[in-house]
């Protein structure tokens, strides 16, 4: 199986629901290439049943960042996916700018 990706892109900023869809667009995508993505979005549904502060669900995501191989930072600006980027860098995470970047680089290391 292939690496943990954690995708970080923006959320609240633009079109939520377009948000969404392109953060599991990313996951599946990785998904359909052999590796295991965590898709922070996803959490977007448990939102809207049971809300949680901003900074709660931070603080989840970053639980699963941990655990994770590398961080994938897609989409536009992002205060949330710019913090989820500070916070790789500080636990030694490979960060990425796209998909591509990131498999080339996992091709690359073959």
């Known amino acids: 199986m292939g690496l943990k990706v954690y995708i970080a892109s923006p959320y609240t900023k633009g079109d ?5 869809r392109d ?12 590796h295991i993505p965590f898709v922070p979005h996803l959490t ?13 669900w931070l603080k989840y995501d970053f639980e699963w960042l941990k655990v994770c191989d590398a961080l994938i930072r897609v989409g536009g600006e992002s ?11 500080e636990l030694g995470i ?4 796209s998909i591509r970047e990131f498999l080339e680089k996992q091709q690359n290391a073959k």
């Open 16 to 20: 939520v629901a377009r948000n969404v």
């Open 23 to 34: 953060a599991i667009w990313a996951g599946e995508y990785l998904g359909r290439k052999g």
């Open 44 to 56: 977007h549904f448990w939102h809207i049943i049971y809300p949680h502060d901003w900074e709660e």
């Open 79 to 89: 205060n949330g996916a710019d913090w989820e980027v500070d916070k790789a860098h």
């Open 94 to 97: 490979p960060v990425y700018y």
